[in-house]
Every structure is written in structure tokens, then in C-alpha cells.
């Protein structure tokens, strides 16, 4: 629920290193930042099981906000753009929780703009 990202705060705005502002404190992320003192680990995943007894998960499957970071990142108006309402053992089969993240560090790629490369427009050539 901390770190950073590679992210911009307006498309086609210029790309930055961001900060990750902390969770709200009624999101399924806060929730699952406070499970990392109880569990002793900053990273782990969850298994929800088609037949699971639903009150192992009860508190998984109250819908809250789950933060939703892409391409797009203003941490100072995430509260009102950076949150989607998720019921978390309904959406995911499985989930993966980082407690930090580091923003990825992009890879260079020089492209000779008068070739194309051979898998333009649509992938590879069967």
C-alpha cells in the first residue's frame, strides 16, 4: 500500500516516478495493509474457492474500494478517481497483495522508424 509507480497524472502527460499516496482507510487496501501486522509477512496471496464457506471470507466479500492505479496517477484526486467498488472473494479466484512497490524501471528500445518491424501491425507471423 506504498511505493511507487511509473505513472502519469494526465494522458499524454509526461511520465514520472510517483509516490504512492496510503490507502483510504475503508478500502479493501488498507485492509489488506493492516493484515500484514497480524500475518508478519508484507506480501502474500489469497485463494477463493468456488464452495468456500463464505463466512471464512465474510469480510472479503463486503464490497469496498479497491484502489485501481494505471497509466493515469494523481495521487492528490485518487480519492475521488482512483477507487473502484469490489466485493474481493466475488471478482478475483485469486488475489496477490504487495504491501510496497517499486516503479518499473522502462526498457530502451531503438526502433529504426523507416523498417517495420516484422510483427506490425498484429504479432507474429504464423
Known amino acids: ?15 514520472m516516478n510517483l509516490h504512492i499516496s496510503p490507502p483510504r482507510p475503508d478500502s479493501v487496501d488498507h485492509f489488506l495493509h493492516e493484515a500484514v501486522d497480524h500475518l508478519d509477512f508484507p506480501n502474500y496471496y489469497l485463494l477463493f474457492e468456488p ?5 471464512a471470507v465474510a469480510s472479503l466479500s463486503e464490497v469496498k474500494g479497491q484502489r485501481a492505479i494505471g497509466v493515469v496517477y494523481d495521487p492528490e484526486h485518487e480519492e475521488r ?6 466485493s474481493l472473494s466475488k471478482r478475483y479466484d485469486a488475489f496477490v497483495y504487495f504491501d510496497r512497490t517499486n516503479a518499473l524501471t522502462p526498457l530502451e ?3 529504426d522508424s523507416k523498417e517495420f518491424p516484422e510483427t506490425y501491425p498484429h504479432g507474429a507471423r504464423i
Not at 478517481?81 to 469490489?86: F, H, I, L, N
Open 1 to 15: 500500500s506504498s511505493g511507487t509507480v511509473l505513472a502519469s497524472h494526465a494522458w499524454d502527460g509526461p511520465i
Open 109 to 111: 528500445i531503438n526502433v
Open 81 to 86: 478517481s482512483a477507487y473502484v467498488p469490489t
Open 51 to 55: 464452495h468456500q464457506d463464505q463466512s
